[in-house]
């Protein structure tokens, strides 16, 4: 109970209004019951006092004893204090004063006034208080007053006085007013029991409805409040129950899209961050978080201050702001866009950073890639245009001259296909549409012919071709023979060509734990540092700082295609002596 306020305010309530009737009650009795009794005293008087007049009138006018007698009865008789004047203020006779009325007596010359305007032929009936007793008497009392006067034709010869006392009302009414208190007392404990009962079953559902409001309050949308009760009560728990339903619904709902749109945030690629009014950080997704460890080169670097500005801008202007930024070694491009409420104005703004390095980069491939390309088809057709020109015009008129177009017509007609098959089987593999199956098989007999068939080329222009493979045989490898010999045919075709003649050119495989490292290295000029990173991508030999022309440019991008296909890696690094170092691997499993 000392928790259920409304109980107790409920039976607080009842309490203060019975007590309050209560005290209404007794204090309105208290005041108007003695004047109420008064006057029904004095109309309960009034023919008696008549009576004594008629009697007193005969006794004026025939001299009749019998009616003096009347006037000395005892008080008790007319239950009040009965006096005869004559017309000079002279008590006649007076009732007799018993001892239990005898400190009640009141002295009638407190009343000669009064008794004055009877005998002037007044009839006066009214309460008097705290009139001057008797010199018996202690103190002051309230009393009734009656006064007849008493006629004989038209004269007046004397008057009937009568005096009642008030206490002796108030006494009679003592009784009364104690079985009064004693009803409203008895009244307000037999209602408490059935007061509390009401009260508990009034505040019960509404304590369990609190109860219910709470733990939903803390998120627990299965509270269900009792409502089963009738009336406004019945319908409020209804009402509640509802809310609690529709309100866990909606929650459910917001929470699936919140989670829905944080992991659709989170698995984007372009970075997120949201910021507030104030333009402190409320959300940052991981692609962001990335950009910036790039960046800072494994450290989280802060974006640049212009950003924050772009921020503060949009939220105080409400337009979306794009700009391009270097961000460390990336290229991104950001656009801001406020947010608004439609009521509080702009209450948030959301960054979006896309990383534009990879796209640059190969737009910037795309435009090298086109040049080289065209390139390469030119220097073939320009020749195949310069030979074929004369021989329409009929410029060539020796067969010996003849035949010395007709070669350098199919040397670069062959050139020109080479070109073609290789960018075709770069975009091939680059697309994976070339059959890459692996199999076990020896590595040591495609080593020998590949090294066969190119010694005749070495001995054709002046190098020195040198097979160096483990006296052991070489484990088994998994992979695809064709691709592999098509990689080392790749490699010795680079050494042959920008390794000047007399070069050595060493074709090595090593063992390892877990593959074995095939190495083609020359002792040629080398290849400068700053050129190393690019040496795999296509056209490289278009670089003029490199010379020679007998390739296409695409036999190391190829090679690095296939072996990537195939689960390998292959580096290229200058030797400490001179020349250059290809390796490539080729694993067991």
Known sequence: ????????????????????????????????????????????????????????????????????????????????????????????????????????????????????????????????????????????????????????????????????????????????????????????????????????????????????????????FLAQANDQEKGEIGDLAHALNHLCRQLGNTIGELTHERNQAVAIINTLGEGILAVDAQGHPTQINPALQTMMMVAGKGTTSPLPPEIWDDYQIALKENRSIDRNFLFGELLIHATITPISDGRMGQVSAIGVFRDETQAHQLEQTRRDYVANVSHELRTPLTALRAMIEPLRDGLIHTEEKRRETYDIILRETMRLSRLVDDMLELSRLQRGRLA????????????????????????????????????????????????????????????????????????????????????????????????????????????????????????????????????ENITAENCGGGGARFSFTVHYE
Request: proline fraction near 5%.
């Open 1 to 220: 109970m000392r928790k259920n306020l409304s109980l107790r305010r409920i039976l607080l309530l009842v309490v203060m209004s019975v007590m309050l009737s209560a005290s209404i009650t007794l204090g309105a009795y208290s005041v108007l019951s003695p004047r109420i009794f008064a006057q029904a005293k004095l109309v309960e008087l009034y023919p008696r006092a008549q009576y004594l007049a008629e009697q007193a009138s005969q006794y004026f006018e025939k001299g009749d004893s019998q009616s003096m007698q009347l006037f000395g009865m005892d008080s008790r008789q007319w239950e009040a204090t009965v006096y005869l004047v004559d017309a000079d203020h002279r008590v006649l006779a007076h009732s007799n004063f018993d001892e239990a009325s005898a400190s009640h007596v009141i002295d009638i010359e407190s009343f000669d006034s009064v008794v004055q305007e009877v005998l002037d032929g007044k009839e006066l009936t009214y309460v008097s208080y705290l009139v001057k007793p008797a010199a018996t008497a202690s103190s002051p009392v309230d009393l009734l007053f009656i006064g007849l006067p008493v006629t004989i034709g038209d004269s007046v010869v004397g008057a009937v006085i009568m005096l009642k006392p008030l206490e002796e009302i108030i006494s009679a009414m003592s009784t009364l007013s104690s079985t009064l208190r004693f009803s409203m007392m008895t009244v307000l404990f037999c209602m408490m029991p059935l007061v509390y009962w009401l009260s508990k079953r009034i505040t019960l559902p509404i304590h369990e409805m609190r109860q219910a409001a709470l733990r939903m309050a803390a998120g627990d």
């Open 436 to 567: 890459l199956e692996k199999i076990r098989f020896p590595l040591e007999p495609v080593l020998h012919d590949t090294a066969s068939i190119y010694a005749a080329k070495a001995a054709d222009t002046g190098h020195i071709l040198v097979l160096d493979v483990p006296s052991s045989t070489l484990p088994p490898v998994l992979g695809n023979p064709d691709r592999i010999e098509q990689v080392l045919a790749a490699l010795l075709n680079n050494a042959f060509t920008y390794a000047p003649p007399g070069s050595r050119i060493v074709l090595q495989a090593e063992a390892r734990e877990d593959h074995v490292r095939i190495t083609v290295e020359d002792n040629g000029p080398g290849i400068r540092p700053e050129d190393l990173p690019h040496v795999f991508e296509r056209f490289y030999k278009a670089d003029k700082s490199h010379g020679g022309t007998g390739g296409t440019g695409l036999g190391l991008a190829i090679a690095r295609e296939m072996l990537q296909k195939l689960g």
